[in-house]
């Protein structure tokens, strides 16, 4: 697939689902805020244990993604023991004007923590 293809893809298909709860059937839910261009993101990084040898670690995997981190979330993985992975939220810096060009930079990171090791998949920018 292309890179154009790609984005258009990635900027029609990235939806987020949210789940609205309330007292009772008749609260105003309130009116939507939307920012003239995203600029933060989500990526999740699952790292390994090692095996016979050494694992990447987080702080590898953050200078592989060379992006702002805003915070850093750690969670037990689901693929066993001694496993973790992280959530990762990212900014966009002064040279990521607009969303097309802020997906490209942010898909490039994940690609960045991929070749450095760590199994990582950008879950959503906004």
Not at 6 to 34: C, S
Request: aromatic share 8%.
């Amino acid at each position: 697939m292309k890179l154009n293809m790609f984005l258009k893809f990635m900027l029609q298909a990235n939806f987020t689902r949210f789940y609205l709860i309330a007292r009772d059937k008749d609260a105003v839910i309130p009116e939507t805020i939307h920012e003239k261009d995203s600029n933060r993101g989500l990526v999740r990084v699952s790292l390994e244990p090692p095996k016979s040898s050494p694992s990447q670690t987080i702080s590898q995997i953050l200078g592989a993604l060379n992006m702002d981190v805003l915070r850093i979330d750690r969670r037990p993985s689901l693929q066993g023991n001694f496993s973790n992975t992280y959530f990762i939220e990212i900014q966009a810096n002064a040279t990521h004007q607009g969303r097309e060009t802020w997906l490209l930079a942010a898909s490039q990171a994940v690609e960045h923590i991929k070749q450095a090791g760590g199994d990582a998949q950008l879950i959503g920018l906004w």
